[in-house]
């Protein structure tokens, strides 16, 4: 029950990592961050920084240019770390 607990709350601070990484991303980015959240798009293992075998964890989220189309960001953590994060195709 207690390892339940430690992996339910070690997936909420990543979600809520990954939750400020797409905001800041969209903020400088100067496009609008919709929805107000991640998903999760898949989890597996990975080897972290310090070489400690870990949960790799992708986020998307959906952002808009103009308020009228969406296209697709993603979130890429192992453990805590970020891995990646970018934004789709902008249109031209």
């Known amino acids: 029950l207690v390892l339940l ?12 990592l990954a939750n400020r990484i797409a905001t800041d991303t969209c903020s400088r980015a100067g496009v609008q961050f919709l929805d107000g959240t991640v998903s999760v798009l898949r989890v597996g293992f990975a080897r972290d920084g310090r070489g400690t075998l870990a949960l790799r964890r992708t986020y998307v989220f959906d952002y808009s240019e103009d308020g ?13 770390e970020i891995d990646s994060v970018g934004l789709g195709p902008r249109a031209v």
């Not at 607990?5 to 809520?16: K, P, T």
């Not at 009228?68 to 805590?80: D, I, K, P, S």
């Open 5 to 16: 607990g430690w992996a339910w709350h070690a997936n909420l601070r990543a979600r809520e």
């Open 68 to 80: 009228a189309n969406r296209r697709r960001g993603f979130v890429v953590l192992t453990g805590l």
